[in-house]
């Protein structure tokens, strides 16, 4: 089947210093990977994302990219604010086998804390 | 216009209630999700509209029923909740049905069942 798994936290680092989330997947065929950010109280924003291996998805100095020999999709940062706290999801979307649509199946979230 | 709308934000409501949750997009995507989330949990598909096409998470409840009336917008019917229904109810669109340029979230309906 498909699924995502991704480093669980929670991950605390003090203001600049080097992030790393580990997440790898299982999938049939070639799926799309994201990273979406959710902060307290709200609803889920992308981060980046990539569509084939060997993509590299980057936003506001976030990267990761789409490694298919190793199926990661590990999120880095080099320097963390204490705005990045969050909690951030890998993901892929896979298709609904016979069902004709496709869906967001998530890891289980790591939570970031970034002290001053 | 590169939102997607859901109202209310919070919902209290009794276990003999009916209620819907609302959820609007104007970005012309085809493709549109109910999400389920319990605290300190990642989402968990409830159901797509595709192409206007209804896909089901067999898990789902009957006491929620989706409704697409068209294709920028998508409710979600609730009737006879439990408590354990309480969660944040997160709408989500794609552009194409393969989610290829990402999924659109809106920021949740907060539900509490008492």
């Known amino acids: 089947g498909n699924s995502v798994t991704q480093m669980e936290g929670p991950v605390t680092l003090s203001e600049e210093a080097f992030l790393t989330i580990n997440c790898t997947y299982t999938a049939t065929g070639y799926p799309s990977l994201f990273w979406y950010v959710q902060y307290p109280g709200e609803g889920l924003q992308l981060l980046l994302k990539?569509?084939?291996?060997?993509d590299k998805g980057s936003n506001k100095g976030f990267e990761a990219t789409y490694r298919k020999e190793t199926t990661s999709f590990h999120l880095e940062k080099g320097s963390v604010q204490v705005s990045d706290s969050a909690v951030y999801f890998c993901a892929l979307s896979h298709s609904n086998s016979g069902a004709g649509s496709y869906q967001l199946t998530f890891g289980k979230g790591t939570k970031l804390s970034v002290i001053p | 216009d590169t939102e997607v709308t859901q109202t209310p934000k919070h919902l209290v409501m009794g276990m003999t209630n009916k209620k819907s949750l609302k959820c609007e997009q104007h970005?012309?995507?085809?493709?549109m999700y109910w999400y389920k989330q319990k605290a300190k949990k990642p989402p968990e598909l409830m159901f797509v509209y595709s192409y206007e096409k209804l896909s089901i998470n067999e898990s789902v409840p009957s006491r929620f029923s989706p409704e697409c009336p068209n294709s920028s917008l998508l409710n979600l019917h609730l009737h006879a909740l439990q408590p354990e229904d309480s969660a944040l109810y997160l709408c989500a669109s794609s552009q194409d049905g393969a989610g290829l340029y990402g999924y659109t979230f809106g920021s949740g309906t907060r539900l509490t069942v008492v």
């Open positions: 990539a569509t084939k291996a060997d």
């Open positions: 970005m012309g995507h085809r493709a």
